[in-house]
């Protein structure tokens, strides 16, 4: 009886071994794949970044000059290596950053702001999309975060999905003619 129980004992220790070592390894080789997220384009480099700064502006994002980044010139000009095709595309969705940000408890967060696409090329020639996983990134810290990342995740998959774009909002109206106008001379 002692030596089925001790076989009992053993065989429970290994498989607690296997599981634990088994689940750090999946942690460890999947934790990349769970913060970023990566998605082809079907697209070349320069209309990756033209679509997907299209679509985050037909959802309302804001996407200044200034919050681009030209990689591949800077490292270039810098270190005198090309890494090929890649820019950063930095935008906002002012109210919820705003919304997230005015509470002192969450003013850390600023450095994860604004959010950043990286549009690169790899070497077998398509062009990749890469961007924060936020609705990880918001469980992962809790509170008035969750509700800020699950509601700015849903456009940030939008603006990735070039099949299904968000659409366009209507031009503004043309201005009225003033009533002072004068008429062409038909003469």
């Known amino acids: 009886m002692r030596t089925e129980s001790g076989h009992t004992f053993v ?14 390894f999946v942690i460890k080789s999947q934790t990349p794949n769970l913060l970023v997220r ?28 200034k919050w681009k980044a030209n990689f591949q010139a800077n490292f270039k000009k810098i270190v005198g290596t090309d890494i090929g095709p890649m820019q950063l595309l930095k935008m906002c969705e002012p109210a919820i950053a705003a919304d997230l940000l005015k509470s002192d408890e969450n003013k850390y967060l600023s450095v994860m702001m604004p ?5 690169y090329e790899k070497s077998d020639g398509k062009t990749y999309i890469a961007m924060m996983n936020l609705g990880v990134v918001g469980k992962a810290i809790g509170g008035d975060v969750v509700v800020a990342m699950q509601k700015a995740m849903p456009d940030m998959l939008k603006m990735v999905d070039f099949d299904n774009p968000p659409a366009r909002p209507a031009p503004p109206p043309a201005p009225a003619e003033s009533a002072t106008t004068t008429p062409p001379d038909n003469n």
């Open 11 to 24: 065989t429970f220790l290994v498989a607690l071994l296997i599981g634990v070592f088994g689940t750090l």
């Open 38 to 65: 990566e998605i082809a384009s079907p697209y070349s480099f320069e209309e990756t970044l033209e679509r997907l700064e299209e679509n985050a502006k037909a959802l309302g994002w804001k996407v200044p000059k």
């Open 115 to 119: 959010c950043t696409f990286a549009v």
